[in-house]
């Protein structure tokens, strides 16, 4: 008898094919689906490409686009990889007439026409298991079966990352209430393109952002609503990054505006352009030699026709001096996080108080945890109108693609609309609070009952 070596070549080519055809290995469209979209790796790790891109270059959306809608980048077409398209001829090349012949695409380069691929497309490694789940998943990209984790049929799932216990649940509860008065008169009238929204909540306080991030992932949700964390925090970010989680109007404030990764937007602007406003509101407020602010984080301009100081109690000591020798500061200016401050004033002063937030938010009166709730509630219709316009077949960042067309949208009556550009990754410019000092005839001093000690 013949050893294997002596099979004859139509022999070996059956046991291959049986290899990846037959029983020995399975079909998992979900498998298939985290390998194009790159939640998991290829079994071959760095090998799986001949050119060994590293894992988050090798998955097929970062070229076809999360939908297979395809993409073109620095002039290299990646075509779309639409069933559809696929088994049709393509001008004048021809469909790919079986599974088998798409997979010689993608693992040799054996394009139509049988005429090889451009090396723009590489060449997979790929084990039988995943031939064949990639297939099954090729075979449902783009049409109503392929859907993210976290939306089913009937379900869209939101998570929400909040501070839930300890010193600030308060703040936490009242944003949690803000997304339920959106979302649920939402769901009362049918949902978002026939699905009701289920909002999740996980407490960020006794295990950290990073573990309420992780297990908001593990349910799965689709993205994650109006979650609240005290700065960048790089962990839940890349967890989020990784796992193909939109961080949608995200009430973080970070120090830079750049630190908000691929996946974030965030609702709220960055301490850099608090402090520019604080600079530009200082400017024009009384006399140069007497003006005196309280920096706001390290970033953004400090033009020296102010004077800086860097803590509370620097400035506190400020207005001890300034009311024992009758007034030295004319102007004085501060970030929300000093307010407390405000009332120990000297009442020659003016002040300028800006706010990681429109001004209009916190006008309404009401509970210390209004601002929070209204903020909650203006997330949530954002996130609405994120997923109405992401279509009824998203992907995982449709949300993130519509977010251009969301520029004008206001998320409450009497807040002011949004801004967005290519390179801006929030939604809202800070507001600013100017008091007049109350030796200023007709001056009115405004007082607000919002407490930021409440703060996230
Ligand atoms: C680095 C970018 C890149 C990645 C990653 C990539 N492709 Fe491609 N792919 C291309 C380009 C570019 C072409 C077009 C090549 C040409 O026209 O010669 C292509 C062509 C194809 C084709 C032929 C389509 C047609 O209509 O002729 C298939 C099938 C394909 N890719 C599947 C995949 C799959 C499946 C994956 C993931 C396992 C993947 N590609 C990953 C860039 C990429």
């Not at 960042?397 to 801006?424: C, H, I, M, V």
């Not at 809202?428 to 607000?448: S, V, Y």
Request: charged letters at 20%; proline letters at 9%; a neutral charge.
């Amino acid at each position: 008898m013949p050893g294997p070596w002596r099979m004859p070549v139509r022999a070996v080519a059956l046991l291959l094919a049986g290899l990846t055809m037959g029983g020995v290995a399975s079909a998992d469209p979900a498998q298939g689906r985290a390998l194009y979209q790159g939640t998991a790796g290829f079994e071959a790790g760095i090998e799986a490409t001949a050119s060994r891109l590293p894992a988050r270059f090798a998955a097929c959306s970062n070229c076809h686009g999360h939908g297979g809608a395809g993409a073109s980048e620095g002039g290299v077409i990646a075509p779309p990889l639409l069933w559809a398209k696929l088994t049709a001829p393509s001008g004048t090349n021809s469909a790919f007439r079986s599974g088998e012949e798409v997979l010689r695409a993608v693992t040799i380069g054996m394009g139509r026409n049988n005429e090889l691929l451009s090396p723009a497309m590489p060449r997979y490694r790929l084990s039988p298991n995943e031939a064949r789940s990639l297939l099954a998943y090729l075979e449902v990209l783009g049409t109503r079966a392929d859907l993210p984790p976290g939306i089913s049929a009937n379900e869209i799932r939101i998570g929400t990352a909040l501070p839930l216990s300890g010193p600030a649940a308060a703040t936490g509860a009242a944003i949690l209430q803000g997304l339920h008065d959106s979302i649920d008169p939402l769901n009362a009238q049918g949902g978002i393109h026939g699905r009701t929204v289920m909002l999740i909540s996980a407490d960020t306080v006794p295990r950290g952002p990073a573990v309420a991030v992780r297990e908001l992932a593990k349910k799965p949700v689709y993205a994650l609503a109006a979650s609240l964390w005290p700065d960048s925090e790089p962990e839940a970010e890349r967890l989020l990054t990784e796992a193909r989680i939109p961080n949608l109007a995200s009430l973080v404030v970070r120090e830079k505006s750049r630190e908000a990764g691929e996946w974030d937007f965030d609702l709220l602007p960055p301490v850099e352009e608090q402090q520019k406003l604080l600079a530009g509101a200082m400017a024009t407020c009384g006399n140069p030699a007497r003006r005196t602010a309280l920096a706001i984080g390290t970033e953004g301009p400090r033009p020296s026709s102010v004077r800086w100081v860097i803590s509370a109690s620097d400035l506190a000591a400020t207005f001890e001096k300034s009311a024992t020798t009758g007034g030295r500061d004319e102007c004085v200016g501060f970030g929300l996080a000093a307010i407390g401050l405000s009332s120990a004033a000297p009442p020659s002063a003016a002040q300028r108080i800006v706010l990681p937030m429109p001004e209009e938010l916190l006008s309404e009166g009401g509970a210390a945890s209004e601002p929070w709730r209204r903020l909650g509630e203006a997330a949530g219709r954002v996130v609405i109108e994120l997923l109405a316009n992401a279509g009824a077949v998203p992907h995982e960042r449709s949300t993130l693609d519509a977010l251009s067309a969301l520029s004008g949208f206001e998320p409450l009556p009497g807040l002011p609309p949004l801004r967005f550009s290519r390179t801006r990754r929030f939604g809202w410019d800070p507001g600013l609070i100017a008091i007049p000092a109350r030796a200023d005839p007709g001056g009115t001093a405004r007082r607000t009952p919002f407490d930021p000690a409440q703060g996230g």
